[in-house]
């Protein structure tokens, strides 16, 4: 008799539902930009990519992102601004689409093992503590290759303008995940 691994992904109909809503999301809500006089513009991509690690398993979360990013890779304008291709990735914003795709796995494996019983706290917690920081590290990181600046100068561009904005992109992810995991889990 064989032993079953546990330890497999299990891709149900619902899951597979899941990924597939959750990278369209992506793709239709990325490309809306406002642009800015810096070189990073105004999106909901924040908002998308944590509230949907607030709603996924880890491994869901991330294969929706990815589906995201390859898809903007091969060519499809899913990217900020509708851009696309693997350029856009090398370029000073490309760092965030490498940070949604970090973010996504340790927000939603964060929220899973963070034990506090109120659900709005823990995904605010979650997403502000975790995402937050995995979104802006490589962000920063790669604006400073491709601008040619400092830290302190990258830091200072890129979070006066947004850090407010995106605390306030968490908490709403946050609101809007709770009563869909409700209702997912009534569903299951």
């Known amino acids: 008799m064989e032993k079953k691994n546990n330890s497999k992904l299990k891709l149900t109909t619902l899951a597979m539902a899941q990924i597939a809503v959750s990278a369209a999301l992506l793709c239709v809500l990325s490309p809306l930009a406002i642009p800015l006089p810096i070189?990073?513009?105004f999106t909901l991509q924040v908002l998308v990519v944590i509230m949907i690690a607030l709603i996924l398993k880890p491994s869901?979360?991330?294969?929706?992102?990815?589906?995201?990013?390859?898809?903007?890779?091969?060519?499809?304008?899913?990217?900020?601004?509708g851009k696309s291709g693997f350029g856009t990735i090398l370029s000073p914003t490309g760092g965030f689409i490498i940070g949604f795709i970090i973010a996504s796995f340790f927000v939603s494996l964060v929220k899973e093992k963070l034990k506090?019983?109120?659900s709005v706290l823990r995904y605010i917690l979650s997403s502000v503590i975790v995402g937050i920081p995995c979104i802006y590290i490589p962000g920063i990181a790669m604006y400073m290759i491709f601008v040619k600046t400092d830290l302190l100068t990258a830091i200072v561009t890129l979070t006066s303008v947004f850090i407010l904005i995106d605390l306030a992109k968490c908490v709403i992810a946050s609101l809007i995940a709770v009563p869909v995991n409700k209702a997912l889990d009534k569903i299951k």
């Open 116 to 118: 506090i019983k109120n």
């Open 60 to 81: 869901y979360a991330i294969i929706a992102q990815l589906i995201y990013t390859v898809l903007g890779i091969v060519g499809l304008p899913v990217f900020s601004g």
């Open 39 to 41: 070189p990073v513009p």
